[in-house]
């Protein structure tokens, strides 16, 4: 490609937003989904979780020229809706938008929409669940791959670029375990498509493990790139594609302390 590349970074992050089909967990009505998702302790648990790994994440990207997005739902209590106001000030860039419920894939265009600015060339948007956490170079990173791919498969259409080495932090009877995986299909976490300006697709298109049924995609397998809870109110189960715990407790925590906003002390007091 010729001309110069401006390409706009933009994130997302759903905050108990109720999408009237974005659930693995079936609600009878969009109330009962809203009594589930607001219950106080839940969203204390929710809070503490974005606290501890998703916003120092963000925050310490070594690259904090990008956009994020932060979804929620009209019904967000309005104290938990000044909380997260107050929380995500210190980002460069936060947008808070807040909607009525609508269709998943409906509801994520209508709030990149705000976002994207004038100017660019291109957009690449990128998804982090709120209890999720991505690696202090991501961005940096992800706009490198963006801009080399741009070059080799050109921008016709949409491109995906993901991220398969992590960390899962699970929490359960046991107590809390952190444990090394290298998925095979991508995950959600940082998964992020590229697209020319003013192109309706992002990457909420399709669903994380069949994007690259649709759309060119590059993984990056070797860099650790997230840290994945697990924990008693996800969504969707731990089901990994690929391989895990080939890393000892010593080296797991060399790596956090080196690529991540956090230690394996911290994240054992979960």
Same mark, same amino acid.
């Given at each position: 490609?010729?001309?110069?590349?401006?390409?706009?970074?933009?994130? /997302?992050?759903?905050?108990?937003?109720?999408?009237?089909?974005?659930?693995?967990?079936?609600?009878?009505?969009?109330?009962?989904?809203?009594?589930?998702?607001?219950?106080?302790?839940?969203?204390?648990?929710?809070?503490?979780?974005?606290?501890?790994?998703?916003?120092?994440?963000?925050?310490?990207?070594?690259?904090?020229?990008?956009?994020?997005? @932060?979804?929620?739902?009209?019904?967000?209590?309005?104290?938990?809706?000044?909380?997260?106001?107050?929380?995500?000030?210190?980002?460069?860039?936060?947008?808070?938008?807040?909607?009525?419920?609508?269709?998943?894939?409906?509801?994520? &265009?209508?709030? @990149?929409?705000?976002?994207?600015?004038?100017?660019?060339?291109?957009?690449?948007?990128?998804?982090?669940?709120?209890?999720?956490?991505?690696?202090?170079?991501?961005?940096?990173? /992800? &706009?490198?791959?963006?801009?080399?791919?741009?070059?080799?498969?050109?921008?016709?259409?949409? /491109?995906?670029?993901? @991220?398969?080495?992590?960390? @899962?932090?699970?929490?359960?009877?046991?107590?809390?375990?952190?444990?090394?995986?290298?998925?095979?299909?991508?995950?959600?976490?940082?998964?992020?498509?590229?697209?020319?300006?003013?192109?309706?697709?992002?990457?909420?298109?399709?669903?994380?493990?069949?994007?690259?049924?649709?759309?060119?995609?590059?993984?990056?397998?070797?860099?650790?790139?997230?840290?994945?809870?697990?924990?008693?109110?996800?969504?969707?189960?731990?089901?990994?594609?690929?391989?895990?715990?080939?890393?000892?407790?010593?080296?797991?925590?060399?790596?956090?302390? &080196?690529?991540?906003?956090?230690?394996?002390?911290?994240?054992?007091?979960?």
């Amino acid at each position: 490609m010729g001309a110069q590349i401006k390409n706009q970074i933009i994130g /997302l992050v759903r905050f108990s937003y109720p999408s009237r089909n974005g659930f693995s967990k079936e609600f009878p009505t969009l109330g009962e989904l809203q009594s589930f998702l607001y219950d106080p302790e839940r969203l204390e648990r929710r809070f503490a979780l974005f606290e501890m790994l998703t916003l120092p994440s963000l925050l310490a990207q070594r690259d904090p020229d990008f956009t994020c997005v @932060f979804l929620v739902g009209e019904g967000l209590p309005p104290d938990a809706l000044e909380h997260l106001r107050d929380l995500v000030k210190p980002l460069a860039k936060p947008v808070i938008v807040q909607l009525e419920p609508l269709p998943h894939y409906a509801a994520t &265009k209508k709030a @990149f929409k705000p976002a994207t600015a004038a100017g660019a060339t291109h957009v690449t948007t990128f998804r982090l669940d709120d209890d999720d956490a991505l690696d202090l170079g991501y961005v940096e990173r /992800l &706009k490198h791959i963006a801009d080399r791919l741009l070059h080799v498969s050109g921008d016709e259409t949409p /491109l995906v670029i993901g @991220f398969n080495r992590g960390f @899962f932090l699970e929490t359960g009877p046991k107590g809390v375990e952190i444990y090394d995986v290298c998925e095979r299909l991508p995950l959600g976490i940082g998964l992020a498509m590229v697209r020319r300006s003013g192109e309706p697709h992002n990457i909420f298109a399709r669903n994380h493990r069949f994007v690259s049924q649709f759309f060119n995609t590059y993984t990056d397998a070797v860099t650790p790139s997230f840290i994945r809870s697990v924990h008693r109110d996800n969504d969707s189960g731990t089901h990994i594609t690929g391989q895990s715990r080939t890393m000892s407790e010593a080296d797991i925590a060399k790596v956090l302390a &080196k690529n991540f906003a956090t230690s394996m002390q911290q994240l054992k007091t979960v």
